[in-house]
């Protein structure tokens, strides 16, 4: 068991280190103020948990491959505030929320009325991702900005989350084996963070911001792509599902099919209070479409035409 382990774990720091020698996929930028989107190759990956993942859950999925036919891009970095803001302005639009989900020293406070990802409770600069936001102001914000370019973006499918976060590689990080490297490549549950909380098992580093972080603070993946752990949970297209043995293998996002819940939507990629436990390439969070979180926000993608 011990050889399969290291085993593995060579895989992931190699796949790591060859994607991230590769030359930097190419980038484009619809208008001004629109996110820099990354264009992912077509391709085969290996996704889901590993059998020596102790901190595996069912819900997160087994190992599979996954066949991505298509090439489609994604955000570079998260939504900002600054975005979503100009959406807000442009459109006027009103969440059907107006609470936020939210963490009090030591203690999670819950549904707080008034906080709004204008005001998440918490000091953040127009350069942080915008939080408090459910999968419908998200999907309603996809919506203005597929109008505004006539393209058809649109969120993720969990599985292309999970292989645009890896990026090739395999194991729990995309960086590799050692966790005490996080704070190199994510905004976690760390050292810092350990000062107002003590709700998860941190990372052995500081990566020098309590809450949220400005987007792209830290070193991307193998594929040019910020923050796909760490700093803020992210919406993906997907209805929960609490067993993925049927997953879709294509990179289609799965739906009503085999029980899917559509009431509630599937996060993925952690945030800054994920600790060892939850931050992973596999993890994934169940909440309502109308959900608002200091931990939840969201990034886009656009299928690339044929």
């Known amino acids: 068991m011990k050889n399969i382990i ?12 060859n994607a991230a020698d590769n030359a ?12 820099e989107m990354v264009v992912l190759p077509a391709g085969k990956a290996i996704l ?28 570079k970095k998260e939504i900002t505030r600054a975005q ?7 459109t006027g639009y009103v969440s059907a929320t107006t609470s936020c989900n939210t ?8 549904q707080t009325e008034g906080y709004t990802w204008d005001n998440p409770g918490y000091a953040q600069r127009e350069d942080h991702p915008v939080v408090c936001v459910s999968w419908q102001d998200a999907t309603a914000f996809v919506q203005w900005l597929a109008a505004k370019t006539g393209k058809t973006y649109r969120l993720l499918s969990s599985t292309e989350f999970e292989y645009a976060a890896r990026a090739g590689t395999r194991g729990p990080w995309f960086w590799g084996a050692d966790g005490t490297k996080a704070c190199e490549f994510a905004n976690v549950a760390d050292d810092n963070w350990r000062r107002l909380y003590s709700f998860a098992p941190p990372f052995a580093c500081n990566d020098n911001w309590e809450r949220t972080a400005p987007v792209g603070s830290y070193k991307p993946n193998g594929y040019g792509l910020h923050d796909m752990l760490g700093n803020a949970w992210e919406w993906t297209e997907d209805c929960f599902h609490d067993n993925l043995d049927r997953i879709p293998t294509d990179g289609s996002p ?3 099919a085999d029980g899917g819940d559509c009431s509630a939507r599937t996060p993925r990629g952690g945030s800054w209070a994920s600790g060892t436990d939850w931050l992973k390439a596999t993890s994934q969070s169940k909440d309502p479409a109308v959900y608002h979180s200091q931990l939840l926000g969201f990034r886009v993608a656009l299928t690339m035409p044929k």
């Open 6 to 17: 290291l085993a593995a774990l060579a895989v992931s720091v190699a796949s790591f280190a």
């Open 24 to 35: 930097p996929p190419k980038s484009f930028k619809d208008c001004e103020t629109c996110p």
């Open 48 to 75: 889901g948990g590993e059998p020596w993942d102790q901190d595996q859950r069912a819900t997160w999925g087994r190992t599979r491959e996954v066949n991505i036919r298509y090439s489609f891009a994604v955000a």
């Open 84 to 90: 979503y803001r100009e959406f807000v302005r442009a």
């Open 103 to 110: 963490w009090g020293f030591n203690r999670i406070l819950g």
């Open 254 to 256: 799965w739906l009503e």
